[in-house]
Every structure is written in C-alpha cells, then in structure tokens.
C-alpha cells in the first residue's frame, strides 16, 4: 500500500504522462492536512490556456475532469472553464 502521506520525488518530466499527472496529484494531497484544520493562505493561481489549447489532445476533457483552467482570449472573453470529464464549461 502507498504511503499518501510522504510526499514522493516528483520529476520535471516524464515520458509517461499519465504517470506523471498521478505522483504530481499525490505529491499535492500529501502537502495538505487530512483534517482541514489549514485553509489556503493565498489565491490560488489558475493555468492559463487559450481556445485553440483545450481543442489539443493535450487538454481533452476526460484527461482533465473536475479541473479548472483560466481561458485568456476568446470572443467570450477571459473565462473559467471546467471538465466535466466529457467537455469543458464555461463558467460565469
């Protein structure tokens, strides 16, 4: 079983992404307390994308769901967007 409270060497790059995304998640679930006694001290900075970015196979949705991206052109203008695992929403 996987100690989710050691936070595990994460490198720059990986040739497998998939694997990479994983020691990158839990290396973050390992920075925050189990029982919400701390709350974020800072805003929290979102990536930033373009339109054409999250149409790359790079950003599809189900590679993403239940992540938050900033979208920074587009004709709607700056907006948030979610993965809803099948697309992504425009939020707000």
């Known amino acids: 079983m996987v100690d ?5 060497h994460v490198p720059l790059e990986n ?24 709350g974020m001290r800072a805003p929290l900075r979102l990536f930033p994308v373009t339109v054409a970015d999250l149409s790359t196979d790079v950003y599809a949705p189900s590679l993403w769901a239940e992540s938050l991206v900033f979208v920074s052109d587009g004709s709607a203008g700056q907006k948030l967007r979610y993965s809803d695992g099948n697309t992504w929403i425009i939020l707000g």
């Not at 989710?4 to 595990?8: G, L, S, V």
């Not at 040739?15 to 701390?38: C, I, M, T, W, Y």
């Open 4 to 8: 989710r409270t050691t936070k595990p």
């Open 15 to 38: 040739p497998n992404d998939v694997e990479h995304r994983r020691q990158l998640a839990q290396r973050a679930n390992a920075s925050f307390p189990k029982d919400g006694s701390e």
